[in-house]
């Protein structure tokens, strides 16, 4: 298994990214094709003495920058690390891309470049987050502001392919998001998906779940626009790392609370990794038709491995094929998606 990464993309490259490429070989056994300039990437490795053994090298002149407009950027900056990377995906020249770069410009890329699956007419970010009871996947966290009916009804069959082939949920429940949980509740748009979603015999649908139940995990796939989505991401990020931090000043109090911490380490460590963005690496970009996985761009060296781990997931799972299958079908369609 060949994966194509961006070595230029995120705060940290190229040497994170290189590490995390290099740890991944190891690993999980997959080869690396690593995109950009060979220059800055040959000084990263004799810098940071990387082992480059399985990952190849192909040079690429142009980065594109955080602050370059999107579309702009995969139009004009055609010998870019990300263009080139999504280039020789869709040629079929490896199985999956990997990008801790913009993600507006990932999205552009991948929908211009490697194309989406007949009947999506915008992919969505798919993001695993810890939960309560369970990890659950939340779909769309970013991708689009604001989404028609049908759209989140294709969202929830791609979604509940993902926790399937990927996490090994059996009959994952989808959930809709919503201010309360009576199926009349929510925008017009809501109320429709509600309805569609309702109808859809590929999922298992749980109905409306409000927002202060999803941190429980009580849902597998919790589904919603990319606005409501990215908020309840960041809102999460942020709530975690402030409980971390309560409990830890907690602990550190005094000389008998830092006993009292000695007695629960090992529940506190199992406690932290749950709660760490970096176990799971990276979030597919759903309704594309090759795998292309977005890493958080300020990854280091770890959850970039674990985003080429979920690279691998979903190309072992054969998840982009199970999701066309569905789409096919005529799951998650209620009606054909209309040009805008």
Known sequence: ??????????????????????????????????????????????????????ITVVNATEEIAMCDEPTAAIRHKKDSSMVVGLR?????????????????????GATLIVKCLKGVKRPAIGTVIPGAQQPYLLIDSGANVECRPEMLDAFAVMGSVYMEKVLGRKDPVVC???????????????????????????????GNIEPRDVPQGAADVVVCDGFTGNVILKLTEGLASALVGQIKGVFMKNV?????????????????????????????????Q????????????????????????????????????????????????REE
Request: charged share 25%.
């Open 1 to 54: 298994m060949n994966i194509i990464i961006d070595a230029m993309g995120g705060d940290n490259a190229p040497a994170e990214v290189l590490k995390g490429a290099a740890d991944a070989v190891r690993e999980y056994g997959v080869a690396v094709t690593a995109v950009g300039s060979a220059a800055k990437i040959d000084a990263a490795v004799k810098e940071h003495a990387i082992d480059m053994t399985g």
């Open 88 to 108: 020789l995906l869709a040629e079929g020249k490896g199985d999956a891309f990997v990008s801790a770069g913009s993600t507006g410009a990932l999205l552009a």
């Open 176 to 206: 809709l998001v919503n201010n309360g949980a009576e199926e009349t509740k929510g925008t017009p748009a809501y109320v429709e998906a509600h309805k569609l979603l309702r109808q859809n015999a590929a999922i298992r649908f749980g």
């Open 256 to 288: 008998l609370t830092k006993l009292a911490f000695l007695l629960v380490k090992d529940g506190m460590k199992d406690f932290k990794k749950r709660l760490d963005a970096d176990e799971h690496g990276g979030a597919l970009m759903v309704g594309v």
């Open 290 to 337: 090759r795998p292309v996985i977005k890493a958080h761009g300020s990854s280091k060296a770890k959850a970039f491995k674990n985003a080429i781990r979920q690279a691998k997931l979903c190309v072992d799972g054969g998840v982009v094929t199970a999701m066309a299958e569905k789409l096919a079908a005529g799951a998650g369609q209620a009606e054909p998606l």
